[in-house]
C-alpha cells in the first residue's frame, strides 16, 4: 500500500505561506503543515489554524534566518545579536568549530514548541527549516526535546527519492541515518522522503511524476505552497514559485493521478 503525508512548509513565516497552505488543505491535497512559531506571521497562522482543524501540525523547528523566541542574554552563542545564524551553512560552520552550546540550541527549541502548545495546537511531529534537525550533533537534541513534551514523530526516512543533485544527495544521506537514530530511540518517521529535489519549483508535472514514482509504504511530500510570490518574495527572496505550487496542489489533474495510482492521503498522526 501507498500512502502519501503531503506537509506544507514555513507556516508562520509570511501571511501570504499561511493562506496558501491552509488554502491547500482545504481545497487540496495538503494533510499537514510545518510552523514555524518564531516566524514573523505566527500568530496569523494560529488563527488560520482554527479554521482547519483536520490539519494535522508539525512544529517547524527554525534555528536560522529568523529572530529566535528567546533573548539574545540567553543565547550568547546561537544568536548573540537576537539574530540566528542566516542560514543553514552558517549554523554548521558554527557546530563544526564549537562555538555553539547545545544548552542554548535546546532552550531555544523548547520555546519554539512551547511557544505552539501555549497555543492550543496539536503537535504530531518535529521538523525544521533548512532541515538542519538531520545534522548528527543536532538530532539528540531533537530527540529530547521530542520526549521533553511528548512528540512521537520526527521527519527523517530511510529513503530519498531523489539524488539528481548535491543538495538532496546529502540530505538523503543525512535523512537515512537520522531515521535509523529516531526509530532507534522509539519514534516514528516516514518511510521516504519525496519532493526535496523539487523543492520551490513543484509544479503539476513534477507533482504529478513525483506522486507516480512513489515507493510502498509511507512517503512525505515536502512541498511549499503560498499565496502571492511578489509578496512572499519581497521577505524571502529564495526564488520559490508558491503561487504555482499552491495551483498543483489545488488542481483536479493531481488528485486524479492519486486516485488511479491508489495513492492514499494520510498525516503524521497516521503513522
Not at 514555524?36 to 527554525?62: I, K, M, Q, S, W
Request: charged share 25%; net charge positive.
Amino acid at each position: 500500500m501507498r500512502r502519501l503525508i503531503v506537509s506544507g512548509d514555513d507556516l508562520g513565516l509570511h501571511p501570504g505561506i499561511n493562506a496558501g497552505v491552509v488554502r491547500c488543505h482545504l481545497e487540496g491535497i495538503v494533510t499537514s503543515a510545518s510552523l514555524c512559531p518564531n516566524g514573523a506571521a505566527f500568530e496569523g497562522a494560529v488563527a488560520a489554524l482554527r479554521g482547519a482543524p483536520e490539519l494535522d501540525v508539525g512544529v517547524h523547528l527554525t534555528l536560522v534566518g529568523e529572530a529566535p523566541l528567546l533573548p539574545a542574554d540567553r543565547l550568547p552563542t546561537l544568536a548573540p545579536e537576537g539574530r540566528l545564524p542566516a542560514h543553514f551553512k552558517a549554523l554548521f560552520l558554527r557546530l563544526m568549530l564549537r562555538r555553539v552550546r547545545a544548552r542554548e540550541i535546546e532552550d531555544e527549541m523548547a520555546a519554539q514548541v512551547a511557544r505552539a502548545l501555549d497555543a492550543g495546537l496539536r503537535v504530531s511531529h518535529l521538523d525544521s527549516h533548512q532541515h538542519v534537525h538531520l545534522h548528527p550533533a543536532l538530532l539528540p537534541v531533537v530527540v529530547r526535546i521530542a520526549r521533553r513534551f511528548g512528540i512521537g514523530a520526527v521527519r527523517a526516512s530511510r529513503r530519498v527519492a531523489s539524488w539528481r543533485s548535491v543538495r538532496p544527495a546529502l540530505i538523503g544521506l543525512a535523512s537515512r541515518l537520522a531515521a535509523r537514530r529516531l526509530r532507534a530511540a522509539g519514534l516514528r518517521t516516514p518511510d521516504a522522503l519525496v519532493g526535496i529535489a523539487e523543492t520551490g519549483r513543484l509544479d503539476e508535472a513534477r507533482l504529478r511524476a513525483v506522486v507516480a514514482s512513489l515507493p510502498e509504504g509511507t512517503s512525505e511530500l515536502v512541498c511549499h505552497p503560498g499565496a502571492g510570490d511578489g509578496a512572499i518574495a519581497s521577505s524571502y527572496a529564495w526564488g520559490f514559485g508558491w503561487d504555482e505550487e499552491a495551483a498543483a496542489l489545488t488542481g483536479p489533474a493531481v488528485r486524479e493521478t492519486l486516485r488511479r495510482e491508489g495513492v492514499r492521503l494520510v498525516a503524521y498522526r497516521d503513522l
